[in-house]
């Protein structure tokens, strides 16, 4: 099993670009570029909330677990 971000996915349909989000959360861009690549190897809780929270979404909107 794997685990995809949709992170770019959520970002095209917000309109938001990940530079807008890296200034909202206070995370860095080239991470937030990362998982938007699907070629993060950790994600920190932390990070992962201030997305939730900016986003207004669920983690499960965010996160999916793939065969």
Same mark, same amino acid.
């Given at each position: =099993?794997? #685990? $995809?971000?949709? /992170? %770019? &996915?959520?970002?095209?349909?917000?309109? $938001?670009?990940?530079?807008?989000?890296?200034?909202?959360?206070? @995370?860095?861009?080239?991470? @937030?570029?990362? =998982?938007?690549?699907?070629?993060? @190897?950790r994600l920190p809780l932390d990070n992962l909330a201030k997305i939730c929270e900016v986003l207004n979404c &669920? $983690?499960? %909107? #965010? /996160?999916? /677990? $793939?065969?």
């Amino acid at each position: =099993m794997k #685990v $995809i971000l949709k /992170l %770019d &996915k959520l970002l095209q349909e917000r309109n $938001i670009s990940q530079n807008e989000l890296s200034r909202l959360t206070g @995370i860095r861009q080239p991470s @937030i570029n990362e =998982m938007c690549r699907n070629q993060t @190897i950790r994600l920190p809780l932390d990070n992962l909330a201030k997305i939730c929270e900016v986003l207004n979404c &669920k $983690i499960t %909107d #965010v /996160l999916e /677990l $793939i065969n």
